[in-house]
């Protein structure tokens, strides 16, 4: 559609990001959105249909005070230290406003996830890239250097690779001047958190999700873990925004799923494996695999051309995620799904580069 002049400049300006397909067609093998292919816990489903009477009628807790207080108890914080949102991107847009907007530059890696240029769209933040290294990883020392704030995720979205907690301490050390964001969507599939090490840096803050290792991307809850002074902030954003950002039904079943520490133990396991296992696959297909510590897999085919590859797929009902982007428009990244899809995945696989 073309512009209207009912638009206001800012909305002229804005390049929105372009999330993943949820396709309309049934029987479609879905690998393209880090979704978990596993249910979500029990006990939260149950939640759910319990918070889905009456009381709809009233508003929600304004603080999701039983979320916070279930948060806590999974990382050993006090309630105080978490921030709760509709989804880690609502977490991540009150921070891009009211911990990183600031005169100098943040940083970011040249290859990450593509939300975060989209929030310095829509504030008006003035970002710099730092480039992976030749293998994708992120090098701590490259960030060292004056900047408003540095934010990224680990594992690393969308290449897997993982980084040591022990730097990223090091790094919030000696940034101390502006918020070191780390943006840990992905970190239930075998990293280490930072949780722990906000208690004592005041200028580190932990965003988590419940959409991928608790498999409740359809429920909308993200939080993040840090000092008083920084969640504060957040929350001063937030009631500038949305009181209500959480609903009923959305706080009973997140504290439910963040108490069943025995599902997101056994349903991680289960992802795990499947990815170690798909990722020596895949390489015996010829493809190059980065080292995953996600619920995903970042390759390509040193003779097949990516965004061909995807498109085969796609006509054998496989969708899998393509980025037209400088450094990887070469890879695929693949959503681990069950055993049984990532069969079918490799006989597809098997036939396009055999
Ligand atoms: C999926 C993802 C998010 C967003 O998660 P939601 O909580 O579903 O909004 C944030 N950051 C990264 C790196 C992600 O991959």
Redesign the pocket.
């Known amino acids: 559609m073309s512009q209207s002049p009912y638009w206001s400049p800012v909305v002229r300006s804005l390049t929105p990001y372009v999330p993943g397909e949820q396709p309309k067609l049934a029987n479609l093998i879905k690998l393209n959105t880090?979704e978990n292919p596993y249910p979500p816990s029990p006990a939260a489903i149950a939640a759910a249909q319990a918070a889905a009477g009456n009381d709809l009628r009233l508003y929600p807790d304004p603080d999701a005070t039983a979320l916070k207080q279930a948060i806590g108890e999974h990382y050993g914080v006090p309630p105080e230290h978490v921030f709760v949102g509709n989804?880690?991107?609502e977490v991540?847009a009150h921070v891009f406003l009211g911990l990183l907007k600031h005169p100098k530059p943040i940083l970011f890696p040249d290859v990450t996830?593509s939300f975060y240029p989209v929030y310095c769209k829509l504030y008006g933040i003035d970002y710099r890239t730092v480039p992976l290294t030749e293998t994708f990883s992120i090098r701590v020392q490259d960030y060292v250097q004056p900047n408003g704030g540095i934010i990224f995720?680990n594992p690393n979205?969308p290449t897997g690779r993982l980084l040591a907690v022990r730097e990223i301490e090091q790094l919030a050390a000696v940034n101390q001047d502006s918020v070191v964001v780390i943006?840990e969507?992905y970190i239930d599939f075998g990293g280490e958190s930072a949780v722990a090490l906000t208690a004592h840096l005041p200028n580190l803050l932990v965003i988590q999700?419940l959409?991928?290792s608790r498999s409740l991307?359809g429920l909308r809850v993200?939080f993040a873990i840090g000092d008083l002074a920084l969640i504060e902030g957040l929350e001063r954003v937030k009631n500038s925004f949305n009181s209500y950002p959480l609903d009923r039904v959305a706080i009973a079943a997140a504290s439910a799923a963040m108490a069943d520490r025995a599902h997101l133990e056994k349903n991680c396991r289960a992802v795990m494996a499947t990815r170690d296992a798909l990722s020596a696959r895949l390489e015996t297909l010829g493809l190059e695999v980065l080292p995953s510590a996600a619920n995903f897999i970042f390759a390509r085919h040193p003779a097949h051309d990516a965004a061909q590859m995807a498109a085969e797929l796609r006509r054998r009902h496989i969708i899998v995620r393509h980025f037209p982007l400088p450094r990887i428009e070469q890879f695929l990244r693949i959503t681990v799904g069950t055993d049984e899809q990532c069969e079918s995945l490799l006989a597809a696989l098997r036939e396009l580069v055999g």
């Open positions: 880090n989804g880690s991107d991540l996830y995720p979205a943006d969507a999700t959409s991928k991307a993200g």
